[in-house]
């Protein structure tokens, strides 16, 4: 009798959830396409972009603790900086309602005073569901050790 029930309320119950799991799907999908964009537009040095995109309260902390907000890269852009590479790998993201944290390695490459560079980082962003879609608000990040 109990199998008999469960059988018969299992396919209503699947379908039940089915919605749920679109949409986490549909999150997960939008705050990584979010993710790419933004170091898509480090990569091509796209201030504008960061500047209509990244949330007024962005602020970052570096691998050497200083804090800086959206109007700081965006400047930093302006004034020069560049990146031959900019990307992320090993992209995780944690769904919390209309928060998420993604964690993951930064990759950039590019010359500092004439010199070549190649360095990783460690992040963790916080991202925020907002009425315009999903918004970077926080990022943190730490250098990892060159390999040997």
């Not at 602020?59 to 400047?75: F, H």
């Not at 090993?90 to 964690?103: I, M, P, Q, S």
Request: proline share 5%.
């Amino acid at each position: 009798m109990r199998t008999a029930l469960l059988s018969s309320l299992l396919p209503a119950l699947l379908f039940a959830s089915m919605p749920a799991v679109s949409a986490e799907k549909d999150d997960l999908r939008k705050i990584l396409e979010a993710d790419h964009d933004i170091c898509a537009a480090f990569e091509r040095e796209d201030a504008d972009w960061l500047e209509r995109h990244l949330d007024p309260t962005f602020t970052l902390t570096s691998s050497t603790g200083k804090v800086t907000t959206r109007a700081d890269e965006v400047a930093d852009l302006r004034n020069g900086t560049k990146y031959d590479v900019f990307r992320n790998r090993n992209v995780k993201v944690r769904l919390y309602g209309d928060a998420a944290v993604t964690t993951g390695i930064t990759r950039v490459e590019g010359k500092a005073e004439g010199t070549p560079y190649a360095l990783d980082f460690q992040f963790t962003d916080t991202y925020v569901r907002k009425p315009g879609g999903w918004v970077l608000v926080a990022s943190h990040a730490s250098r990892l050790p060159t390999p040997q």
